[in-house]
């Protein structure tokens, strides 16, 4: 057992997963705790789906979701620092469909009734914007204002447009709010992915095997699983738990699309994402080739909606009050009541139960890829109380 980590106390990371599966709230979930480079517990438990009976096993491909948000973010830094995107760049300049974007604003009618009336913008969208989730762009299936009416009605999710499509449509909706103004998590990296096209001249999905997938060997790691004889690996939710909103439903992950969403369409197993992760960790680099220079890690996972830029949050501020975000992650600002959850930790999730964070105090992360959208941000906090109860407490 390394150093630091109690082997009583980690075992209730695994009780605690094993009485999940037990009563009925997942079917299964692999778990991954690496430390200084090495795992330190490193367990797959229960099945991948019920109906196939098939044990869980390290090689299980998961819905990723948002987790596909940081692989994106990603990609388009490594662009960055070839001095072909600017933080500071115009997206319009990229993407001519959003130079003439509106702001939706919400205003009493002559009958006293809400009503949307559209602004201009008080200044263009930035890739900043795109990455910190600040341009205005909003997703449809949580809130009730006629933006996100509009979005909703627009069915972005259930229609397989490609990036060029998916961009000339969302750019046709009005912004939920002048960007730079709000934090609004949405469809922000999903035309971060459209950018990375255009600027690479390359398929997200090309650029991203080419640039990143392939050199650090995240062989699983794709928009759809395009081999047949892999279905029997994906796992699956309880069958009455596959809701990600009132109007959709998770996706087949065999089924062929043409959206590569890079916000929310990857999927990959935990070892795929335990080596990107590590590499973040490692500040940039693994098994001695450099991805991202150290520099643009920290810049990353500093904090870029801080008090000083007067950013708001919205009412559901998916990070949370000890939070503040980054270029593509939450990064922990403050410590919550009872925990010991470090400053400078960054992580995000997926709709489907999927979570990691990165604790670069600890020389540490932590995977834990699961499908279940109604348990997910229980099981969430949960598990990381245990496991930092483990970890020299």
Known sequence: MPAGFSRAKLQRVGDYIRNEIATGKIPGAVVLIQRHG?????????????????????????????????????????????????????VSRYLPAFADVKVGVQKPDENGKPA?????????????????????LTYGFYGDSEVRRLYAEADLFNRDTDNAEFVERIARLPLAEQPGTLWDYGHSTDVLGRVIEIVSGKSLFQFEKERLLDPLGMTETAFYVADQAKRPRIAEPMPDDRSISAVTSLRDPMMARRWESGGAGMVGTICDYARFAQMLLNGGTFEGRRYLKPETIALMTSDHIGPETKIARDYLYFPGATSGFGLGFAVRTSTPPNTWWPLGEYRWDGVAGTFFFIDPKDGMFVIFMVQTPSQRGRIQL????????????
Do not use: C, W
């Open 38 to 90: 090495h795992p330190v517990y490193f367990e797959s438990f229960g099945l991948r789906d019920v109906e196939s009976r098939l044990p869980m096993t390290a090689d299980t491909i998961f819905r990723l979701y948002s987790m596909s948000k940081p692989i994106t973010s990603v990609a388009a830094m490594m662009l960055v620092e070839d001095g072909k995107l600017g933080l500071d760049d115009a």
């Open 116 to 136: 949307l009336a559209l602004e201009p913008v008080n200044r263009p969208i930035t890739i900043e914007d795109l990455l910190r989730h600040t341009s205005g």
């Open 382 to 393: 949960e598990l990381k109380t245990l496991i930092y109860q483990a970890l020299g407490n």
